[in-house]
């Protein structure tokens, strides 16, 4: 593992912080149902290209670059504190990119001073493929795991919640059928009785062929997570929202504002 390599000047960054996508490596092979209606695939298979070859981009470095010109000549090109989605365009454990995952490791670490989130559907790749420094994890690091549905969530929970993470957050999207969290808030707890996890998020399916999210799934996961004190946010309806027992067709622009109104953020 690099050791850290922030230049002196670093923590008195004139710059904002950015909010930024960094998609290291791209492409996915589908994991299940929740991956139907991928739209990585769809934006592949539009312009001809196979969506299921995992390929190193030529961003696989964006955190680490150096400016070498203008005002901020000589500071990373991303700035002290950023927000970094991490591969959103393919799964950070996916097993084609084991080649690449130490050296995306040792950037990760270089920028501590940065927060990194990520999603994976492979929970089970996780505890062979983290860094030797790990320990019980990396503050600045999240990785999350999706279940779109009861049986993903049954399949994947055990796994992840039973992982050295500092962060436990917990993505069910695409819903497609009502989620129980309740066996997995009550049978992972700290030694004080906290839940270990942290952070829940729910959202239903956007594009073409979407499947319908009904809205009282959504409020059943919203109440437990107000039950046992977990962060919870509702962030997109999806284009099929079900509520009381009728269908709305939602326009993509108004999805996260929609979810927004609902009122459910904690």
């Avoid at 139907?36 to 680490?64: A, N, W």
Wanted: aromatic share 10%; hydrophobic share 30%; glycine share 6%.
């Amino acid at each position: 593992m690099k050791q850290m390599s922030l230049f002196p000047e670093e923590n008195t960054d004139p710059r904002p912080p950015e909010s930024i996508g960094w998609n290291l490596w791209h492409g996915c092979t589908k994991a299940s149902t929740g991956c139907l209606h991928c739209y990585m695939y769809r934006r592949d298979e539009s312009i001809g290209k196979d969506p299921s070859i995992v390929q190193k981009t030529e961003h696989f470095d964006l955190p680490v670059k150096i400016l070498r010109s203008g005002k901020y000549k000589g500071r990373y090109k991303v700035p002290y504190g950023s927000h970094i989605w991490t591969c959103f365009s393919s799964d950070f454990f996916h097993p084609d990119a084991d080649e690449w995952r130490e050296e995306a490791w040792d950037m990760i670490h270089e920028r501590s001073d940065c927060s990194f989130f990520m999603i994976t559907k492979r929970p089970e790749r996780i505890a062979d493929h983290l860094p030797k420094s790990w320990g019980k994890g990396w503050e600045h690091v999240t990785i999350a795991v999706t279940c779109e549905d009861q049986e993903m969530a049954d399949k994947r929970l055990p796994i992840y919640l039973s992982l050295p993470l500092f962060h436990h957050s917990v993505m069910i999207e695409p819903m497609l059928t009502a989620v129980d969290l309740q066996p997995y808030i009550d049978g992972y707890r700290s030694s004080d009785g906290i839940p270990v996890i942290k952070h829940v998020s729910v959202g239903g399916e956007s594009g073409p062929g979407a499947r319908i999210c009904d809205y009282s799934w959504v409020e059943a996961v919203h109440a437990q997570c107000i039950e046992n004190r977990i962060s919870f946010n509702y962030h997109q309806t999806g284009a099929k929202l079900r509520k009381d027992g009728k269908l709305y067709d939602i326009p993509r622009k108004l999805q996260h504002t929609q979810a927004h109104k609902a009122g459910l953020d904690t």
